[in-house]
């Protein structure tokens, strides 16, 4: 099975631009979530997704909305960024929302807001 | 509420030597505990978890952690360090109420031949 894919895996925006980030899942997983990896924060929980609803939001501005298709592939966008946002954003996939359920994560994209 | 704590942000270990990173956690409910893996430029790769059942897990790569609730640890081991193990190991603890993954800051492991 093909892993999470996640593109463009590099990006390089300046401030007050927006962009948008694409994740597919593992072939059968419907639920979604996006983390934030930064050297200063570590890893931080976005949101998460599943059957095209989010149901959970990390502590994040309004900047940072995403959404969920029906074949679960997901995006995240950015709005007015600013240099505080270059980080590694990953994207990760499970079967279900489940607290056992493990979650596969893709390469990751790296944002570099200049 | 949820949370993860590593101690040591590096430890450097001898090519053969036993690896050992410490993890404590913090749980409102009995925990979900996941140990993972970052190569450089790549993600996470799942190492092992404990859901319930036996508290000893088997990882790949040779890697095994211990769940023990009286101390609210879950540290991993491996009993003979390679070069191919030096990347950085998160541990994490679910969300609680929630699916999310609530990270640690992370061990950088340095294998010296």
């Known amino acids: 099975k093909a892993g999470v894919t996640q593109t463009p895996r590099y990006l390089i925006k300046t401030r007050g631009q927006q962009v948008t980030l694409s994740c597919s899942p593992i072939?059968?997983?419907?639920?979604v979530s996006w983390y934030q990896q930064t050297p200063g924060q570590g890893l931080q929980f976005l949101f998460e997704?599943?059957?095209?609803?989010?149901?959970n939001k990390g502590n994040f501005p309004g900047r940072f909305s995403g959404r969920q298709f029906s074949n679960s592939r997901s995006e995240m966008n950015v709005s007015t960024l600013e240099l505080g946002d270059s980080a590694l954003y990953l994207c990760?996939?499970?079967?279900?929302?489940?607290?056992?359920?493990?979650?596969?994560f893709g390469p990751g994209t790296r944002l570099l807001v200049l | 509420a949820q949370s993860v704590t590593q101690l040591g942000s590096h430890v450097s270990v001898s090519e053969g030597a036993l690896v050992l990173l410490r993890c404590n956690y913090s749980?409102?409910?009995?925990?979900?505990l996941f140990w993972y893996v970052q190569y450089p430029n790549q993600g996470l790769q799942l190492l092992l978890k404990y859901t319930t059942g036996a508290t000893l897990v088997k990882g790949i790569n040779g890697f095994e952690a211990e769940f023990k609730k009286s101390e609210t640890s879950f540290h991993l081991t491996k009993p003979s360090a390679h070069m191919s193990d030096a990347a950085e190991y998160f541990c994490?603890?679910?969300?609680?109420?929630?699916?999310?993954?609530?990270f640690g800051t992370g061990t950088l492991l340095a294998v010296q031949p």
């Open positions: 997704y599943f059957s095209e609803t989010q149901r």
């Open positions: 990760a996939s499970s079967l279900a929302p489940r607290r056992q359920e493990t979650q596969y």
């Open positions: 994490a603890v679910d969300g609680g109420a929630t699916n999310k993954l609530i």
């Open positions: 749980s409102s409910v009995p925990p979900y």
């Open positions: 072939s059968g997983h419907r639920s």
